[in-house]
């Protein structure tokens, strides 16, 4: 409807009620309700929603309050409208399936979330108003700019899109096979966009500058770089020298930039040696959309430099580059098992900030451990040679074994 619905987050909900009324808001409630994994534990029923634990994904979570909050009974939902088909989300498609008996009526409905990008193509209408119009130019458009804005403010975005099955090709009982995919995937009907706040924790700022003065480079997706200093204030980016300047962006010598964001689609392009460049000539690099494979061959770039590196993550698709790293690092709590047997450390609190205490402690251990050995050469190389003058050179032994005793205890 090229319009943004922001989430009523009180207890009263007075909000609520003109979104329930909107036709193109209800379908995408209805998306984000069935296109979800996530259930609320049972036995919560007297506790405010924002407060209810959950079973899932933290942004299916997510998904599942709002819904919850705007329409209630989402569980009575989808018993309503039985999946009988899905397929899961994984980093190689970037979005989940699932096929649904639709309550009253013999037809199906394919309701499907991910990545924006991704959904957008598949998507031959889109919903505006309550009706179902073609996606022309200016249809695409706005979505690029409704993307790029809700992403630029370092938020979460995933796109909706439904189609309504034939009945006629799709009858009650058809086999839906998830494997050869025996049901569109492409011309479906795009619905809208949904954003949730993903804000790093608070101590992350501070850790980011203890790594930059530990001599540290952090890099990372380019919706919390800002957020958490990574950009530092005053660092420009290409794209920042060019709008100052007024200048066409081929016109900017990259060198001048101190800061640098690469998406995943120019990453795709770059060769090792261009990469190589990069990581080189800029201190404060972010990424951004990057694919597990993309992840890998940054780490393999940061190698080549001669770069010790370390990798978090907590998902499957984080594990080719935990393994590749010289440190991975995956998150206790929220983390994969897969990502887990891949790391060599797991964070037990989540938390950023405790990667830092960590590589404060190991540094304190090897400085400790460096004054150690120097302050025990000192005493035995004194000791060491007067016995080797007396094997090799044949002079009487200065210090005699119960004196190098004597001076050791």
């Given at each position: 409807?090229?319009k943004?619905w922001?989430?009523?987050?009180?207890?009263?909900?007075?909000?609520?009620q003109?979104?329930?009324?909107n036709?193109?808001?209800?379908?995408l409630?209805?998306?984000?309700?069935?296109?979800?994994?996530?259930?609320?534990?049972?036995?919560?029923?007297h506790?405010?929603?924002?407060?209810?634990?959950?079973?899932?994904?933290?942004?299916?979570?997510?998904?599942?309050k709002?819904?919850?909050?705007?329409?209630?009974?989402?569980?009575?939902?989808?018993?309503?409208?039985?999946?009988?088909?899905?397929?899961?989300?994984?980093?190689?498609?970037?979005?989940?399936?699932?096929?649904?008996?639709?309550?009253?009526?013999?037809?199906?409905?394919?309701?499907m979330?991910?990545?924006?990008?991704?959904?957008?193509?598949?998507?031959?209408?889109?919903?505006?108003?309550?009706?179902?119009?073609?996606?022309?130019?200016?249809?695409?458009?706005a979505?690029?700019?409704?993307?790029?804005?809700?992403?630029?403010?370092?938020?979460?975005?995933?796109?909706?899109?439904?189609?309504?099955l034939?009945?006629?090709?799709f009858?009650?009982?058809?086999?839906?096979?998830?494997?050869?995919?025996?049901?569109?995937?492409?011309?479906?009907?795009?619905?809208?966009l949904?954003?949730?706040?993903d804000?790093?924790?608070?101590?992350?700022?501070?850790?980011?500058?203890?790594?930059?003065?530990?001599?540290?480079?952090v890099?990372?997706a380019?919706?919390?770089?800002?957020q958490?200093?990574?950009?530092?204030?005053?660092?420009?980016?290409?794209?920042?020298?060019?709008?100052?300047?007024?200048?066409?962006?081929?016109?900017?010598?990259?060198?001048?930039?101190?800061?640098?964001?690469?998406?995943?689609?120019?990453l795709?392009?770059?060769?090792?040696?261009?990469?190589?460049?990069?990581?080189?000539?800029?201190?404060?690099?972010?990424?951004?959309?990057?694919?597990?494979?993309?992840?890998?061959?940054?780490?393999?770039?940061?190698?080549?430099?001669?770069?010790?590196?370390?990798?978090?993550?907590?998902?499957?698709?984080?594990?080719?580059?935990?393994?590749?790293?010289?440190?991975?690092?995956?998150?206790?709590?929220?983390?994969?098992?897969?990502?887990?047997?891949?790391?060599?450390?797991?964070?037990?609190?989540?938390?950023?900030?405790s990667?830092v205490?960590?590589?404060?402690?190991?540094r304190?251990?090897?400085?400790?451990?460096?004054?150690?050995?120097?302050?025990?050469?000192?005493?035995?190389?004194?000791?060491?040679?007067?016995?080797?003058?007396?094997?090799?050179l044949?002079?009487?032994?200065?210090?005699?074994t119960?004196?190098i005793?004597c001076?050791?205890?």
């Amino acid at each position: 409807d090229d319009k943004i619905w922001e989430a009523d987050t009180s207890e009263d909900q007075s909000s609520s009620q003109m979104q329930k009324e909107n036709k193109t808001w209800v379908a995408l409630a209805r998306i984000a309700s069935l296109c979800n994994r996530a259930s609320f534990k049972p036995n919560q029923e007297h506790i405010p929603v924002l407060k209810r634990e959950c079973l899932g994904d933290a942004s299916e979570s997510a998904l599942l309050k709002c819904v919850e909050l705007s329409f209630g009974h989402v569980e009575t939902m989808r018993e309503k409208n039985k999946k009988v088909a899905e397929i899961p989300f994984n980093s190689t498609n970037k979005y989940q399936v699932s096929v649904h008996e639709l309550e009253n009526e013999n037809q199906y409905l394919l309701v499907m979330k991910g990545a924006p990008e991704r959904i957008f193509d598949r998507c031959s209408t889109i919903m505006i108003n309550g009706e179902d119009r073609p996606i022309d130019e200016e249809q695409k458009e706005a979505f690029n700019k409704a993307y790029l804005e809700l992403g630029g403010m370092g938020e979460r975005v995933l796109g909706f899109c439904d189609y309504l099955l034939p009945q006629d090709k799709f009858p009650r009982g058809y086999p839906f096979n998830t494997d050869e995919v025996n049901f569109p995937l492409e011309g479906l009907r795009f619905v809208g966009l949904i954003a949730m706040i993903d804000p790093p924790r608070a101590a992350v700022p501070d850790a980011v500058a203890k790594c930059r003065s530990a001599g540290i480079k952090v890099i990372t997706a380019k919706a919390i770089a800002k957020q958490v200093g990574i950009i530092s204030e005053g660092s420009e980016t290409v794209e920042d020298i060019s709008s100052r300047l007024n200048i066409p962006l081929h016109e900017v010598n990259p060198r001048d930039a101190k800061a640098c964001v690469i998406h995943g689609g120019e990453l795709k392009k770059l060769s090792p040696q261009e990469l190589d460049q990069i990581l080189k000539w800029h201190p404060e690099i972010v990424f951004a959309r990057t694919s597990p494979q993309q992840k890998l061959i940054i780490v393999e770039g940061c190698q080549r430099q001669g770069a010790i590196v370390a990798v978090t993550g907590d998902g499957v698709n984080d594990s080719p580059a935990l393994k590749k790293a010289d440190i991975g690092v995956a998150m206790g709590i929220a983390g994969s098992d897969v990502s887990k047997q891949a790391a060599d450390m797991i964070l037990l609190d989540d938390n950023f900030a405790s990667i830092v205490t960590g590589v404060e402690e190991g540094r304190l251990i090897f400085d400790n451990l460096k004054k150690s050995i120097a302050y025990t050469l000192t005493s035995n190389i004194p000791e060491i040679s007067p016995f080797l003058l007396y094997i090799i050179l044949n002079i009487p032994l200065p210090l005699g074994t119960v004196t190098i005793l004597c001076i050791d205890l």
